[in-house]
């Protein structure tokens, strides 16, 4: 493996971390058609624990198998493959050192009208075991259970670090403390990002912020400053700033499922704006396989500039 100017620049970011952690996300940063580049695109596939199988695999049943995403992931030349304990354990065996693979350790289901509040499905112990580059975890900022996510992730961050994984949290603002138009607002998002840094996350994961500022007292700040929030380039760049100026890696979510011209046309925001890049799942493994090899070749092509 061989580790870059630039992929030691970031690793420097983390210098209270072991060699342990620091190797393994050069393992992330080091691996697919954007080794070295300091840009990740990760291949997730969490959506059959969350929005169930039809809804999430029916549009390309290839997809119901599990080693169709492994594969996928490698023949994409993605950085890496993210899903929970029991689509990890299906595969990693067969597919062992072909792909970084990321243990999503905490999942839900959407059976149940609640408070978003994941249960923790796995451990760092797992994520050892299966040969994993990386724990995932998902917090929702708004929620009333925030506070027991946020707990359950220090000890998690804890138990991963004496392991040498490195964490990426998915931040995701939704719950009753936010109206809907608050998950995605500018103000809202980067605040997310923040948390997700301040809880000692390697990696945090937002979704593209929109054109909204929600908080009031917010507002005013934004307005005194003239922070720019026209284009999504803009608010990206606010986004990433707000993660220790740029010092933690950043990257965005695809969505929902959207037409290929969409998705390049917010790739190429989310690149101007300086985002590290993107975890693109529904938009991937939804497509026919040549289609979204295509896809996940033309994102690509769009960080690497």
């Known amino acids: 493996m061989k580790v870059t100017e630039r992929v030691k620049q970031i690793l420097s970011w983390y210098s209270s971390d072991s060699p342990g952690v620091l190797t393994n996300l050069a393992r992330l940063l080091s691996h697919g058609t ?13 959506q059959g624990f969350e929005h169930g199988p039809a ?10 198998d599990p080693d169709y995403h492994f594969q996928l992931a490698i023949d994409a030349g993605c950085n890496a493959y993210a899903a929970p304990l029991g689509f990890l354990e299906a595969g990693a065996a067969r597919f062992a050192g072909q792909v970084p693979l990321i243990l999503k350790l905490n999942n839900s289901d959407s059976l149940a009208k609640m408070e978003p509040c994941s249960a923790v499905t796995g451990s760092p112990k797992d994520a050892a075991r299966l040969g994993c580059a990386a724990i995932g975890f998902t917090i929702y900022p708004g929620s009333s259970a ?30 009753g403390g936010l109206a809907k138009e608050g998950e995605q607002a500018l103000d809202v998002t980067a605040y997310a990002a923040q948390i997700a840094c301040q809880l000692g996350t390697h990696v945090v994961k937002v979704k593209p912020p929109k054109e909204v500022i929600y ?5 005013k700040v934004f307005e005194k400053y003239q922070i720019p929030t026209k284009t999504l380039a ?12 740029g010092r933690r890696i950043v990257i965005f979510s695809g969505g929902e499922a959207k037409d290929t011209s969409s998705v390049l046309a917010e790739i190429k925001e989310i690149a ?18 040549a289609e979204a090899l295509q896809l996940l070749g033309d994102v690509m092509k769009i960080y690497q500039g």
């Open 34 to 46: 954007l080794a070295g580049t300091g840009k990740l695109v990760i291949l997730p596939v969490d």
């Open 215 to 219: 908080q009031e007292e917010a507002k």
């Open 272 to 289: 101007a704006g300086g985002g590290f890049g993107s975890i693109m799942g529904r938009n991937a493994f939804q497509r026919p396989r």
């Open 234 to 245: 803009e608010r990206v760049r606010h986004v990433v700033q707000s993660a220790f100026n």
């Open 146 to 175: 925030r506070n027991t996510m946020y707990e359950e992730l220090r000890e998690l961050i804890l138990e991963a670090k004496s392991y040498g994984l490195p964490t990426v949290v998915w931040s995701y603002p939704r719950g």
């Open 55 to 64: 809804r999430s695999f029916a549009p390309n049943p290839p997809a119901y």
